[in-house]
Structures are given as C-alpha cells and as structure tokens.
Nanobody, 124 residues
Framework: VQLQASGGGSVQAGGSLRLSCAGS????????MGWFRQALGTEREFVAA????????DYADSVKGRFTISRDNAKNLVHLQMNSLKPEDTAVYYC??????????????????WGQGTLVTVSS
C-alpha cells in the first residue's frame, strides 16, 4: 500500500484542520491506520489510530477530546479532524498503515507503511 497525506496548513490557536490519508490498495480494511506527528527537534509520537473496520479508536492523551480519527474503507481514506488546535500541536503529521494486532496500535515500529507527512502550524 502507498499512502498520501494531505490537509496540513497554518491556523491560529483554537482553529481546526482536517487531515486526510489516501491509500492505494483495494484491501484497505486489512490495515490498522494511525496518525503520528513529529515536532521540530523531537521524536515522532503517536496521535491516533483506528481499527480495521473503524469500530475502535484510540488517542494520545494530549489530543483526546480535540481530535477525531475516522476512516472510509470504501474510498480508501482515513481522516484526522483536529479541533481546538494549540501551538503545541505544530508538527509534521504522518499517516501510517499496520498489519499488526490492535493492541500494538501506538507503537511506531509496527507500522510498515508511511505517508510523506503534512505540516501543521498553529500560531498563538
């Protein structure tokens, strides 16, 4: 599978953005899909994940209540709706696909396929 992330941009604190990740494979529902982010000078960190059928989701504590991950397997799409954005959300956001078990969803190492990243900048 190949992934293409889009939707990044610049927004003021309190604003919203919606990231999208398009996949190139028919069997999109084989994959646990995740979003990670990397701020300048920091390690990449887990943001959110959705299970293969979208029935389960998980979020980093820092984004709970503000971000929502969703997927549309018929269209090979995963979205990350980001509301109430804060300057500390500024980062390059990556979507990723994993064939591993749901229990390992927050571990970067189990995601074999990554999109190219999309930059989100939140100004105060």
């Amino acid at each position: 599978v190949q992934l293409q992330a889009s939707g990044g941009g610049s927004v003021q604190a309190g604003g919203s953005l919606r990231l999208s990740c398009a996949g190139s494979v028919r069997t999109y529902n084989r994959y646990v899909m995740g979003w990670f982010r990397q701020a300048l000078g920091t390690e990449r960190e887990f943001v959110a994940a959705t299970s293969r059928n979208g029935g389960s989701t998980d979020y980093a504590d820092s984004v709970k209540g503000r971000f929502t991950i969703s997927r549309d397997n018929a269209k090979n799409l995963v979205h990350l709706q980001m509301n109430s954005l804060k300057p500390e959300d500024t980062a390059v956001y990556y979507c990723a696909a994993s064939t591993s078990i749901w229990g390992l969803r927050a571990r970067e190492a189990v995601y074999a396929t990554w999109g190219q990243g999309t930059l989100v900048t939140v100004s105060s």
